[in-house]
C-alpha cells in the first residue's frame, strides 16, 4: 500500500493460496507420501495433523511448502496458529469442530497437489468440573 512505512519482516506472510504465478511445470513433482488422519477427539481437545510429502522443482530445489484448509477455504495464519508447515496444531477444539475437513494443499515451483480429506468428530465433553480446592471464610 503506498505509503506504508511497515518493516518488511513485520508483515504476516502470504500464502501460496493467495499468490500465484505462471512457472513451467516440466521437471517439477510432488508426491504427498502421508496423509493427514481422520481423528476423533473431545471437546477442548488439541487436533495435530500431520502430512508428508517429497517433491521437486528445478526452480525451488525440493524444498515441499504447505498450506492447510478447513472446509475447503485456506486456513490464515492470523486466526491462532501455523498453517503453513506439514503439521497443523489447534489448541482447542469445540463441538462446532465437529465434521470439519481439513486437507493441505504441498506444492513446489511449478507442482501442486492436495492431500485427501480428514474428518474431525468431536464428541462433546461430558465431564462435570471437578472443585480442587475452595478458600475463603465463613
Known amino acids: 500500500i503506498e505509503g506504508d512505512t511497515t518493516p518488511a519482516p513485520s508483515l504476516l506472510r502470504i500464502g501460496g493460496g493467495f499468490v500465484t504465478g505462471k512457472v513451467d511445470p516440466v521437471g517439477s513433482e ?4 502421508q496423509q493427514p488422519a481422520s481423528q476423533t477427539l473431545g471437546a477442548s481437545s488439541a487436533l495435530i495433523l500431520e502430512a508428508n510429502a517429497t ?5 525451488s ?3 515441499v511448502f504447505w498450506h492447510w484448509y ?3 477455504e485456506p486456513l490464515l495464519a492470523r486466526q ?3 498453517p503453513y508447515s506439514r503439521q497443523l ?3 482447542f477444539v469445540s463441538p462446532a469442530d465437529n465434521g ?3 486437507k493441505v494443499l504441498a506444492y513446489v515451483m511449478g507442482k501442486a497437489v492436495f492431500s485427501e480429506e480428514a474428518t474431525i468428530t468431536v464428541n462433546a465433553d461430558s465431564t462435570p468440573p471437578t472443585i480442587i480446592a475452595a478458600n475463603g471464610s465463613a
Do not use: D, E, L
Not at 510432488?30 to 507420501?33: A, K, L, N, P, Q
Open 55 to 59: 517433491g521437486t522443482s528445478p526452480y
Open 80 to 82: 491462532g496458529f501455523n
Open 89 to 91: 496444531v489447534i489448541p
Open 61 to 63: 530445489g525440493s524444498t
Open 100 to 102: 470439519a475437513k481439513y
Open 30 to 33: 510432488v508426491t504427498i507420501t
Open 70 to 72: 478447513r472446509n475447503n
